[in-house]
């Protein structure tokens, strides 16, 4: 599995070329942006110069989000073209419509099923022009999952949601893995406020000091050992490395039960299961 970076809050130019920089250095291949992050650019600039790194563009993947402000059939198509042009790339590997919503509208309001509907149908046609080589979702539940599969030209290549011990999405899993779609976790630390909840569980800790790692790398190897891609956010070029790490160690199924039995149905990001 391709080690992944994610970049969310990391706004600031110089930290998140940095880090970019120092992740393809540490051996990561994917990034995760998006276009509400606003940093697209900066990751373009990065890109721009993948020799530097002993790189060509193949080598890498890139992930970019539809603003959920920018659902639907034409606007989708724009708004993910000024994408791809701000990471200065002809190509992005996955786009994903960030969260099933949009922006503006009520959650419950049923226009949000027309309008992502549409953003969908212009991610197929971008895909059919060899601009975006994949789709996916992101946040999707399994019941927005029906009613794309329903439509669909293309399946989606991914589903990237919420994902940690607290929110261990069990069904949501065994129905994607059914549907041939990968489950890609963010949040694999619980996001800003989850970690400070996760980083002192004691159940966690205590599994960490069994197998002499941090709490970060158990959390991510929970994560891969459940088959989900992890794409940890730091903006701190010394957790690149222990992230990155997670190879020489194994998890016990029994550890691995006990960590599943953590879980709470806890969101610490918003709940896509209020959106019709
Ligand atoms: N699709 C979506 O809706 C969505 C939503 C949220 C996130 N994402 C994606 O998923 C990525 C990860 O999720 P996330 O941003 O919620 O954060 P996360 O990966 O759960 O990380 C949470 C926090 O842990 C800290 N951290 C990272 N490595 C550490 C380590 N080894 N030791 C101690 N602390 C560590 C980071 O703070 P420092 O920066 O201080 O290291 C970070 O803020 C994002 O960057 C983004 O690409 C997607």
Not at 12 to 20: G, L, P, Q, R
Not at 59 to 76: E, H, W, Y
Not at 119 to 145: C, P, Q, R, W
Not at 187 to 210: C, R
Request: hydrophobic content about 35%; overall charge negative.
């Amino acid at each position: 599995m391709m080690s992944s970076v994610g970049t969310y809050l990391i706004k600031d130019k110089e930290v998140c070329k940095t880090i970019v920089a120092q992740s393809l250095r540490t051996g990561y291949r994917l990034i995760d942006t998006a276009a509400v992050y606003q940093n697209e650019e900066y990751i373009g600039e990065v890109i721009e110069n993948l020799r530097e790194f002993g790189l060509k563009r193949e080598d890498v993947f890139i992930i970019t989000k539809l603003n959920p402000s920018d659902q639907g059939r034409g606007t989708a198509r724009t708004k993910v073209l000024e994408s791809i042009a701000k990471l200065r790339t002809p190509y992005v590997d996955l786009v994903l419509i960030h969260w099933p919503g949009t922006v503006g509208l009520d959650h419950k309001d049923p226009k949000n099923a027309e309008l992502r509907k549409g953003s969908y149908e212009d991610l197929e046609d971008l895909h059919a022009e060899g601009l975006i080589k994949s789709i996916g979702v992101s946040n999707y539940t399994a019941k927005h999952m029906e009613e794309l599969l329903n439509h669909c030209k293309v399946v989606p290549a991914v589903n990237q949601v919420e994902f940690h011990p607290l929110l261990y999405q069990k069904e949501l899993c065994e129905y994607s893995e059914g549907k041939g779609v990968v489950i890609q976790a963010y949040s694999s630390l619980g996001g800003v406020e989850g970690w400070k909840v996760l980083s002192i569980n004691q159940t966690l800790v205590k599994v960490a000091q069994k197998y002499q790692k941090s709490v970060a790398q158990i959390l991510l190897k929970w994560g891969l050992q459940h088959n989900v891609c992890v794409i940890p956010k730091t903006s701190r070029v010394e957790n690149l490395r222990p992230n990155f790490d997670l190879l020489d160690f194994e998890i016990s199924t029994e550890d691995m039960s006990t960590i599943d039995s953590l879980n709470a149905n806890k969101h610490f990001n918003s709940d896509p299961n209020t959106v019709l």
